[in-house]
């Protein structure tokens, strides 16, 4: 079963904040973050393995809550660059992937 | 820089042909995975192979075969394509361990008409 994302979309203005959430109904091993712009590949932003780890990458953040089996993304002062679809993975026997979270950031 | 080159970005075929789908990685990765992306419904995984000769059913199987002779190339297979197989088709590859990110190609447009 997909993991399941909320919101299903976003919209921004330059410099607001937004958080993704990532929510699966199994026990997980990792959670992965990617982003898709539009005609382009996914590309990778970051892994979280269980053991409750937070990581960051510049003004993007990620946590990941292994009892919950839930994981967050974090876009802090957003950019235009981070416009997208930002999808998450979760990875047990097998890396299946959420239906998306379309974020756009407007000037 | 990982390169993973899918064959065709667009492709055009009747129902009934039987459709290969072909992917090339040139890193030496294990790990390969195919997944069709729809809108409104993500990223859904049809089969994955973690070694040569090797491979697994994804979430999606139905109406897809695999082969990973090579390490480095993973072929779908359409035995005989339906209209509702018309997607995008993506594929992706990582090394082991299975901490590591995957490298998605640029993807194969297919229309079965």
């Known amino acids: 079963q997909q993991p399941v994302q909320s919101p299903q979309a976003v919209i921004l203005r330059e410099g607001e904040d937004a958080v993704i959430n990532c929510s699966s109904s199994k026990a997980l091993y990792s959670v992965h973050w990617y982003r898709q712009k539009h005609g382009e590949a996914p590309v990778f932003l970051m892994i979280l393995l269980k053991g409750g780890e937070q990581k960051g990458h510049d003004k993007i953040s990620a946590s990941f809550n292994e009892k919950k089996q839930q994981s967050s993304l974090y876009l802090t002062a957003s950019q235009l660059s981070y416009s997208g679809t930002y999808f998450c993975g979760t990875e047990r026997d097998k890396l299946i992937f959420g239906t998306g979270t379309r974020l756009q950031v407007f000037p | 820089d990982v390169k993973v080159t899918q064959s065709s970005r667009y492709l055009v075929k009747r129902t009934g042909e039987k459709v290969f789908l072909e992917c090339v990685q040139d890193?030496?990765?294990?790990?390969m995975f195919w997944y069709r992306q729809d809108p409104g419904l993500g990223l859904r995984l049809i089969y994955f192979?973690?070694?040569?000769?090797?491979?697994e059913k994804g979430d999606i199987p139905e109406g897809y075969s695999v082969s990973r002779e090579k390490k480095e190339r993973f072929s779908l297979i359409l035995e005989s394509a339906s209209t509702n197989q018309t997607s995008m088709y993506l594929c992706?590859?990582?090394?082991?361990?299975?901490?590591?990110?995957?490298?998605f190609g640029n993807g194969t447009r297919l229309t079965v008409t």
């Open positions: 192979s973690y070694d040569v000769k090797m491979k």
């Open positions: 890193m030496d990765h294990e790990n």
């Open positions: 992706a590859s990582r090394s082991q361990p299975n901490n590591s990110p995957l490298h």
